[in-house]
């Protein structure tokens, strides 16, 4: 490939940075994308007929802030995008696309809207006759934004738009080529349906607000189609049940090399991984730069982004939408009332590690909620001053789905990944549970000192536990009771002193968490107050409690009377 092209030139600047304003993933697929470009790839190559195609097309459209051909005012990572995408070919047949897949996760106001209408002309004028395209937002203000951006790229370029014979059609709820009877149409998730349609090519705008029904229909759709293309662009969401995070998980996983089909093309602008945690991005300037690309040529974009990081500094209620919108970090605010801020507590997780438990004194904290609401045993110990947890969440297998909706937590995902079980038909089979406990000494080699929990819930299953020989405390839940371990596990997790299995579920619950403080100035976390579940901090605290009182009294207490 011509190595002056300004997508190969981005993606060798990408590839060799030592600045660390390019993520980790970014570099990597450029990396894997110039050595399909240079043709050492066995499978994919660039079609150069395809390159200098889209480059004359490219020239013919006018940019209609910028009023100059939109070749020569198309941001660098828009290049690589848009070539890569479209002009990397199978080399077996140079007439299909390798990628299947084009994923962009970029900060706002990086012209994505922007460089998503240029591709949409660009495969309205380039696709075989009477293909169709479309795009899903989650509603059709948001969708028609592509439509309009589309339109005002039209209007600005004489060559698309002739009088005496146009080349494109706008009408109402689509668009359409005349050249070759291509169309477009915006569609909305909150109005559409997605099924039933054929889509040659399709665009997911801000996946991140939608689960990932839109996206399925879409590929469905293509399922017969040797030459298909799906683009999804977003920015993060401080929710954990949208299609993006599962986009970005898989991308990660091929650019890894853990999953073998790499026939999908990434560029996740998100910062790397030490740049995520604790206080970072407040000072580290590499934030701003891994997830604004156009920030890197334009001083203005950097002066504005370094106004609004301070404005989030000073206010905690501008703090999720700077993270989340301009850094792409998945950040829920505190509010108010919030118990700890999420990026400290994420600074504390570690990998799983079963081996580490074996032979360890643990105490486990219950919460045994409604038997059709969420459950979680918590088990904790701890060596030299620190915490250590792992905690285990259930639900009621047949209620899964309506908690999935409800509370936009995706809980499939969960229980794969072992962070939480699935039992009983719409309530919770506490034996379950109580199998859980019975086997966790067999399981791991701990040696369970107490079981700590609040008789609400709890009687018929601690009456099993202490059957079998368990240490069983009952946990008054008060704040005079509760505020100690609730300012401890706090303290810890500031303090760096706590650690945790690697748990998302986890972490959605310090997100949720909020607190109430008493008269007497006693904090505790509310579950009225909280704005999601909170059953594993809550179980975390009651296993705190027992440890905090180990550490005090030793094993000689029994409950605490108020």
């Given at each position: 490939?011509?190595?002056?092209?300004?997508?190969?030139?981005?993606?060798?600047?990408?590839?060799?940075?030592?600045?660390?304003?390019?993520?980790?993933?970014?570099k990597?697929?450029?990396?894997?994308?110039?050595?399909?470009?240079?043709?050492?790839?066995?499978?994919?190559?660039?079609?150069?007929?395809?390159?200098?195609?889209?480059?004359?097309?490219?020239k013919?459209?006018?940019?209609?802030?910028?009023?100059?051909?939109?070749?020569?005012?198309?941001?660098?990572y828009?290049?690589?995008?848009?070539?890569?995408?479209?002009?990397?070919?199978?080399?077996?047949?140079?007439?299909?696309?390798?990628?299947?897949?084009?994923?962009l996760?970029?900060?706002?106001?990086?012209?994505?809207?922007?460089?998503?209408?240029?591709?949409?002309?660009?495969?309205?004028?380039?696709?075989?006759?009477?293909?169709r395209?479309?795009?899903?937002?989650?509603?059709?203000?948001?969708?028609?934004?592509?439509?309009?951006?589309?339109?005002?790229?039209?209007?600005?370029?004489?060559?698309?738009?002739?009088?005496?014979?146009?080349?494109?059609?706008?009408?109402?709820?689509?668009?359409?080529?005349?050249?070759?009877?291509?169309?477009?149409?915006?569609?909305?998730?909150?109005?559409?349906?997605?099924?039933?349609?054929?889509?040659?090519?399709?665009?997911?705008?801000?996946?991140?607000?939608?689960?990932?029904?839109?996206?399925?229909?879409?590929?469905?759709?293509?399922?017969?189609?040797?030459?298909?293309?799906?683009?999804?662009?977003?920015?993060?969401?401080?929710?954990?049940?949208?299609?993006m995070?599962?986009?970005?998980?898989?991308?990660?996983?091929?650019?890894?090399?853990?999953?073998?089909?790499?026939?999908?093309?990434?560029?996740?602008?998100?910062?790397?991984?030490?740049?995520?945690q604790?206080?970072?991005?407040?000072?580290?300037?590499?934030?701003?730069?891994?997830?604004?690309?156009?920030?890197?040529?334009?001083?203005?974009?950097?002066?504005?982004?370094?106004?609004k990081?301070?404005?989030a500094?000073?206010?905690?209620?501008?703090?999720?939408?700077?993270?989340?919108?301009?850094?792409n970090?998945?950040?829920?605010?505190?509010?108010?009332?919030?118990?700890?801020?999420?990026?400290?507590?994420?600074?504390?997780?570690?990998?799983?590690?079963?081996?580490?438990?074996?032979?360890?004194?643990?105490?486990?904290?219950?919460?045994?909620?409604?038997?059709?609401?969420?459950?979680?045993?918590?088990?904790?110990?701890?060596?030299?001053?620190?915490?250590?947890?792992?905690?285990?969440?259930?639900?009621?297998?047949?209620?899964?789905?309506?908690?999935?909706?409800?509370e936009?937590?995706?809980?499939d995902?969960?229980?794969?990944?072992?962070?939480?079980?699935?039992?009983?038909?719409?309530?919770?089979?506490?034996?379950?549970?109580?199998n859980?406990?019975?086997?966790?000494?067999?399981?791991?080699?701990?040696?369970?000192?107490?079981?700590?929990?609040?008789?609400?819930?709890?009687?018929s299953?601690?009456?099993?536990?202490?059957?079998?020989?368990?240490?069983?405390?009952?946990?008054?839940?008060?704040?005079?009771?509760?505020?100690?371990?609730?300012?401890?596990?706090?303290?810890?997790?500031?303090?760096?002193?706590?650690?945790?299995?690697?748990?998302?579920?986890?972490?959605?619950?310090?997100?949720?968490?909020?607190?109430?403080?008493?008269?007497?100035?006693?904090?505790?976390?509310?579950?009225?107050?909280?704005?999601?579940?909170?059953?594993?901090?809550?179980?975390?605290?009651?296993?705190?409690?027992?440890?905090?009182?180990?550490?005090?009294?030793?094993?000689?207490?029994?409950?605490?009377?108020?």
């Amino acid at each position: 490939m011509n190595k002056r092209n300004p997508a190969y030139k981005y993606a060798s600047f990408a590839a060799s940075d030592d600045r660390g304003i390019i993520p980790k993933y970014v570099k990597m697929q450029a990396e894997s994308w110039l050595n399909i470009a240079d043709g050492l790839d066995k499978e994919a190559c660039v079609d150069e007929d395809a390159v200098a195609r889209i480059g004359r097309l490219l020239k013919l459209m006018i940019h209609p802030d910028l009023k100059c051909p939109i070749d020569e005012g198309l941001e660098p990572y828009a290049w690589l995008f848009i070539i890569a995408s479209m002009c990397t070919k199978l080399k077996k047949d140079k007439n299909t696309r390798y990628y299947t897949t084009a994923l962009l996760e970029i900060a706002r106001k990086n012209f994505k809207t922007f460089n998503s209408a240029i591709i949409f002309i660009l495969l309205m004028l380039t696709e075989e006759d009477f293909s169709r395209f479309f795009s899903v937002a989650p509603d059709l203000a948001l969708s028609s934004e592509l439509k309009i951006a589309i339109k005002k790229i039209i209007k600005s370029s004489p060559a698309l738009c002739d009088e005496a014979d146009p080349a494109f059609q706008i009408l109402r709820s689509e668009i359409r080529c005349k050249l070759n009877d291509n169309e477009y149409k915006p569609l909305a998730y909150s109005e559409d349906r997605m099924d039933g349609k054929t889509a040659n090519a399709f665009l997911a705008d801000e996946a991140g607000a939608m689960d990932s029904y839109p996206i399925e229909a879409m590929r469905s759709s293509q399922m017969t189609l040797h030459n298909k293309l799906g683009i999804i662009i977003s920015t993060q969401y401080p929710n954990d049940n949208n299609a993006m995070i599962d986009e970005i998980d898989k991308a990660k996983k091929r650019l890894d090399g853990l999953i073998d089909n790499k026939r999908a093309f990434a560029l996740l602008y998100e910062p790397d991984d030490p740049l995520k945690q604790g206080d970072a991005w407040q000072t580290d300037d590499r934030v701003l730069f891994q997830a604004n690309p156009v920030a890197v040529n334009h001083q203005y974009i950097l002066d504005d982004l370094k106004d609004k990081r301070l404005d989030a500094i000073l206010y905690e209620n501008k703090r999720e939408n700077f993270l989340c919108k301009h850094c792409n970090i998945l950040y829920k605010g505190l509010g108010v009332e919030g118990y700890v801020d999420v990026q400290k507590v994420k600074l504390c997780r570690r990998d799983k590690d079963d081996a580490w438990w074996r032979g360890r004194r643990v105490w486990l904290g219950l919460d045994l909620s409604l038997s059709e609401d969420n459950t979680c045993v918590s088990m904790v110990t701890e060596e030299n001053g620190t915490i250590y947890a792992r905690a285990m969440g259930f639900i009621p297998e047949d209620r899964k789905d309506a908690k999935t909706k409800k509370e936009g937590v995706d809980y499939d995902r969960f229980i794969k990944l072992g962070n939480c079980i699935a039992c009983g038909s719409e309530v919770i089979d506490y034996l379950e549970v109580e199998n859980y406990i019975l086997t966790l000494e067999s399981k791991l080699g701990v040696e369970i000192q107490q079981v700590g929990y609040d008789k609400w819930n709890a009687i018929s299953t601690v009456q099993k536990l202490e059957a079998e020989g368990y240490s069983c405390v009952e946990i008054k839940q008060h704040s005079s009771v509760l505020h100690a371990p609730t300012k401890l596990l706090k303290e810890s997790i500031l303090n760096k002193q706590f650690v945790y299995d690697d748990n998302r579920l986890l972490e959605i619950n310090f997100q949720n968490a909020r607190c109430t403080t008493d008269t007497n100035l006693n904090k505790y976390v509310n579950k009225k107050k909280s704005t999601g579940k909170v059953d594993m901090v809550v179980a975390t605290i009651n296993a705190t409690y027992l440890v905090q009182q180990e550490m005090i009294y030793g094993s000689d207490f029994v409950v605490q009377v108020i």
